[in-house]
């Protein structure tokens, strides 16, 4: 396999719970990934969106988000989250780059399979956005917690337009474990964020950074007129349970679907390993 991430890369991921990797989308396929979603977000899109996980960044009549649920919520740019990507054939064949295939040997071994937890558009839109408060990802309903989210911006990523904020070095330890989505308490940020310096993620359209789970971060308001959108997914071990039985698609290894078996099979649902 041809090597992508530098030892320097590593060792500054091991130590500080994340590392940029540089511009990794293409102008090329950023331009595709930008246009695709779109696409699923006005509804155009050839999927099922009954597989789809869709959340608007405000309730209609209301000022907060919208439920997360399956199915579109109507043809507009102002979705908050939109989850299931992998079950889309532009975003599984970004999500498979041989870059991140790498990245998924390296944490969690050679020749073990690979599973998405989550492939997921966030967005900020214009003067929008959803204040999310401090917190490391992690899912009780998991047997084991995933270890990598590798984050690409598809619009650039500044504090104005509520870029994500990261504490490096949070990755240790799980803070709150009583929390099964891994928010801190006020207490927890009192004593811990209030003493940290929070570094701001700004990011070039299509610029890539990987983040350790466990990495403490939140993000803000978009003040600008500049959308802050980002595809993020959230790589997992291949034989990872769900307490519930949810089901997830291997991407690497044995068993990885392709984009050819995802086109074959855009009406079933992916199987449970």
């Known amino acids: 396999m041809e090597h992508h991430i530098t030892d320097e890369q590593w060792e500054h991921f091991s130590e500080n719970g994340y590392v940029r990797i540089g511009q990794v989308a293409t102008d090329a396929e950023l331009e595709k990934l930008q246009e695709r979603m779109d696409d699923i977000m006005l509804g155009k899109a050839p999927l099922d ?4 996980m869709m959340q608007l960044d405000r309730e209609p009549g209301k000022n907060s988000p ?7 919520k109507g043809a507009t740019l102002l979705y908050r989250k939109i989850q299931n990507l992998e079950l889309d054939p532009v975003f599984l064949e970004y ?10 040997t390296k944490i969690y071994g050679d020749g073990t399979p690979v599973a998405c937890f989550r492939a997921m558009f966030m967005n900020k839109p214009a003067y929008e956005g959803t204040q999310l408060t401090w917190h ?3 899912w009780r309903d998991l047997d084991r917690d995933p270890q990598i989210t590798i984050y690409t911006a598809l619009d650039p990523a500044m504090i104005k337009n ?4 990261i504490i490096p070095k949070s990755h240790s330890r799980l ?10 308490t006020q207490e927890h940020i009192d004593d811990i964020v209030a003493k940290a310096t929070p570094l701001p993620m700004e990011l070039k359209a299509g610029e890539v950074v990987l983040l350790h789970n466990w990495m403490l971060h939140s993000s803000g308001t978009n003040d600008t007129d500049i959308p802050r959108r980002a595809f993020s997914v959230c790589y997992m071990h291949g034989e990872t349970k769900s307490h519930h039985g ?3 698609t291997r991407v690497f290894g044995d068993g990885a679907i392709s984009v050819a078996d995802l086109s ?3 009406h079933e649902s992916p199987v449970v390993y």
């Open 95 to 104: 999500l498979q780059k041989p870059i991140f295939e790498e990245v998924c």
């Open 136 to 138: 490391q990802d992690r």
């Open 264 to 266: 074959q099979s855009q």
């Open 175 to 184: 803070i709150n474990p009583e929390n099964g989505s891994g928010f801190l």
């Open 162 to 165: 509520g870029c994500v904020h």
């Open 66 to 72: 919208g439920p997360q649920s399956k199915g579109h």
């Open 246 to 248: 949810h089901a997830f």
């Open 49 to 52: 969106y009954d597989q789809i």
